[in-house]
């Protein structure tokens, strides 16, 4: 499906894939250890964004890091749609499952229009040209 390469500020922690099905996008973002209030997903029609704190992961005094990768704080994704695909922000909708974030939003439905063609007295030909 031809358009331009969709574009992202994403965080370094927050990895995603964009698909294109007939009837609109499916965004799947790597949030692991997120709870349910833990983000929002906004959409602009033309951005999705998410937002939201990852917690950090809680320490005892039985055991000290050795090592740690994990990110954890505040985030900001921002995924661009591509220019040829309009979605329509009504029907956004995500779900958190396993660590995945599944965002879908439908195509927006171009309305067809009919324009009733009136008649006029007034002669609208092209002038006539000099030969």
């Not at 029609?45 to 937002?51: F, I």
């Not at 990768?69 to 220019?83: E, I, K, N, Q």
């Not at 660590?99 to 879908?104: N, R």
Request: hydrophobic share 40%.
């Amino acid at each position: 499906m031809a358009g331009s390469s969709p574009s992202s500020d994403t965080s370094s922690f927050t990895a995603y894939d964009m698909v294109e099905t007939e009837d609109g996008v499916h965004v799947f973002m790597d949030l692991p250890g997120m709870g349910s209030t833990a983000f929002d997903v906004s959409f602009d029609g033309h951005e999705l964004v998410v937002t939201g704190t990852r917690p950090a992961f809680s320490t005892t005094d039985k055991y000290r890091f050795l090592s740690s990768t994990r990110l954890a704080g505040d985030f900001r994704a921002a995924v661009r749609m591509p220019d040829d695909i309009e979605l329509d922000a009504e029907t956004l909708d995500a779900v958190y499952m396993a660590g995945v974030l599944k965002i879908f939003a439908t195509r927006k439905v171009q309305k067809r229009r009919v324009v009733a063609v009136r008649f006029s007295s007034v002669d609208t030909s092209a002038p006539e040209t000099p030969a």
